[in-house]
């Protein structure tokens, strides 16, 4: 059984939602196995989504509509669909209390064109929604195709399709195999070097490796078809063992590992301290940190000191190496650093300084020149200069400082631990 995502909305085809439905889906019909060749976004049109629909037919078995179950008249999906294969649509008054029900428990009455939603195909079951007032449909209208609508909220979506969908589907005989990914990520080096040094397991056909990069990070993405996850984990595990001893320290975690949290943990394991301090990043490496949940456990706190002042007073910085160097330099870099970790009483200090740009530059420090201070527990403080240039903008050069200044902490972590 092959399976098509079908996502309704104008909303989507100009740019203004962005499309984390079909991503959702896609991830989960791989999960059960199920294959999907196509994606498709149409907008709020009767005439073009029966277009849409006559091509589906013919070459997939399981169609995923999103979008477009509301009570506005350019919410079409049920009835359009009805519509192309012949069907009319029934009035259930089940989901009319629903909604009734739903409506009445925020002290609100239910508005007539919410009927509009308890409108299905005669011979459609009802896709439940606990969340939400529209539901979706599960519906066979021909022999070998399945039909089932999920409205275009992410949250009602992701409800409907793990209570009631994926049962059905699994029950119904609609999948077959498994298919699992795990994900290793990679910081420090480009994606045509590691596709160069894994370059063999290019061409495996189970499990599957696929590099791919994104916002500087690279990852390998290994994937396994098997009768169950367990069998599928099983075809991954050596894999990703060769991968991790070839790529060494430039592997830094899989699937939902960052570089905060996977410093977050050596720092846990160690039992020790880090503060920051921030001028061209503003709070971003604070906030990378701070994301991770028991931060606080091991992040005390930073200091964004933007402008030389504040690296003067509360970071101890050298006026006459601010007037000699410059805020973008080695040393004020490694004094931010031991400044913040004395400032804090931390057992390690992390600094950022650098030209996020657009202006700023100079031929001698052009923007995205950036340096990482780290002063560690013995009171040595190191400096670290970066050149990331500035094609791609501010907030590019901002991030990229940031996960490098991470990741250049991890690998001093790794080497103390060691």
């Given at each position: 059984m092959?399976?098509e995502?079908?996502?309704?909305g104008?909303?989507?085809?100009?740019g203004d939602?962005?499309?984390s439905?079909?991503q959702f889906?896609?991830?989960e019909l791989?999960?059960?196995?199920?294959?999907h060749y196509y994606q498709?976004?149409?907008?709020?049109?009767?005439?073009?989504?029966?277009?849409?629909?006559?091509?589906?037919?013919?070459?997939s078995q399981?169609?995923?509509?999103?979008?477009?179950?509301?009570?506005?008249?350019?919410?079409?999906?049920?009835?359009?669909?009805a519509?192309?294969?012949?069907?009319?649509?029934?009035e259930k008054p089940?989901?009319?209390?629903?909604?009734?029900y739903?409506?009445a428990?925020?002290?609100?009455?239910?508005?007539?064109s919410?009927?509009?939603?308890?409108?299905?195909?005669?011979?459609?079951?009802?896709?439940?929604?606990r969340?939400?007032?529209a539901?979706?449909?599960?519906?066979?209208?021909v022999?070998?195709?399945?039909?089932?609508t999920?409205?275009g909220v992410?949250?009602?979506?992701?409800?409907?399709?793990?209570e009631?969908?994926?049962p059905?589907?699994?029950?119904?005989?609609?999948?077959?195999?498994t298919?699992?990914?795990?994900t290793l990520?990679?910081?420090?080096i480009?994606?045509s070097?590691?596709?160069?040094?894994?370059d063999?397991?290019?061409?495996?056909t189970?499990?599957?490796?696929?590099?791919?990069?994104?916002?500087?990070?690279?990852?390998?993405?290994?994937?396994?078809?098997?009768e169950?996850?367990?069998?599928?984990?099983?075809?991954?595990?050596?894999?990703?063992?060769?991968?991790?001893q070839?790529?060494?320290?430039?592997?830094?975690g899989?699937?939902s590992?960052?570089l905060?949290?996977t410093?977050?943990?050596?720092l846990?394991?160690?039992?020790?301290?880090?503060?920051?301090?921030?001028?061209?990043?503003?709070?971003?490496?604070g906030a990378m940190?701070t994301?991770?949940?028991?931060?606080?456990c091991?992040?005390?706190?930073?200091?964004?000191?933007?402008?030389?002042?504040?690296?003067?007073?509360?970071?101890?910085?050298?006026?006459?190496d601010?007037?000699?160097?410059?805020?973008?330099?080695?040393?004020?870099?490694?004094?931010?650093?031991?400044?913040?970790r004395?400032?804090?009483?931390?057992?390690w200090?992390?600094?950022?300084?650098g030209?996020?740009?657009?202006g700023?530059g100079?031929?001698a420090k052009?923007?995205?020149?950036?340096?990482?201070g780290l002063?560690?527990?013995?009171?040595?403080?190191?400096?670290f200069?970066?050149?990331?240039g500035?094609?791609?903008g501010?907030?590019?050069?901002?991030?990229?400082?940031?996960?490098?200044a991470?990741?250049?902490f991890?690998?001093?972590?790794?080497?103390?631990?060691?």
């Amino acid at each position: 059984m092959v399976a098509e995502i079908i996502c309704v909305g104008t909303e989507l085809l100009l740019g203004d939602i962005l499309n984390s439905n079909a991503q959702f889906l896609a991830k989960e019909l791989a999960s059960l196995g199920i294959p999907h060749y196509y994606q498709t976004v149409v907008g709020d049109n009767p005439e073009r989504i029966k277009q849409v629909l006559e091509i589906a037919v013919s070459r997939s078995q399981i169609l995923l509509f999103t979008g477009g179950l509301g009570p506005t008249p350019d919410d079409l999906t049920v009835e359009t669909i009805a519509d192309f294969f012949g069907v009319p649509l029934i009035e259930k008054p089940e989901i009319i209390a629903d909604i009734e029900y739903k409506f009445a428990q925020r002290g609100r009455t239910m508005s007539p064109s919410n009927r509009k939603q308890a409108l299905i195909p005669e011979t459609a079951d009802i896709l439940p929604n606990r969340s939400g007032s529209a539901p979706g449909i599960i519906w066979q209208p021909v022999s070998n195709v399945i039909v089932m609508t999920f409205p275009g909220v992410p949250a009602e979506l992701h409800l409907m399709w793990r209570e009631t969908a994926v049962p059905y589907l699994k029950n119904g005989g609609w999948c077959s195999e498994t298919i699992y990914s795990r994900t290793l990520k990679f910081w420090g080096i480009a994606e045509s070097a590691l596709a160069e040094k894994v370059d063999s397991f290019l061409n495996l056909t189970n499990p599957t490796v696929a590099p791919y990069a994104n916002h500087g990070e690279v990852k390998l993405r290994i994937s396994a078809r098997a009768e169950s996850e367990v069998a599928a984990k099983n075809l991954i595990e050596p894999i990703e063992q060769q991968l991790r001893q070839i790529a060494g320290l430039d592997c830094y975690g899989a699937d939902s590992d960052t570089l905060a949290s996977t410093v977050g943990q050596l720092l846990l394991d160690a039992g020790q301290t880090l503060s920051v301090a921030e001028s061209c990043t503003g709070g971003g490496l604070g906030a990378m940190l701070t994301g991770v949940a028991g931060s606080s456990c091991y992040f005390l706190g930073g200091i964004i000191s933007y402008d030389n002042r504040v690296k003067e007073g509360l970071l101890g910085v050298n006026p006459q190496d601010l007037a000699e160097f410059g805020a973008v330099s080695h040393q004020v870099a490694k004094q931010m650093a031991a400044g913040v970790r004395a400032s804090l009483n931390t057992n390690w200090g992390l600094s950022i300084t650098g030209i996020a740009g657009p202006g700023g530059g100079t031929d001698a420090k052009p923007v995205g020149l950036v340096y990482v201070g780290l002063a560690g527990p013995h009171g040595d403080a190191e400096s670290f200069e970066y050149r990331f240039g500035d094609a791609r903008g501010r907030d590019w050069i901002r991030n990229l400082s940031s996960c490098t200044a991470l990741d250049q902490f991890r690998r001093k972590l790794l080497f103390a631990k060691a």
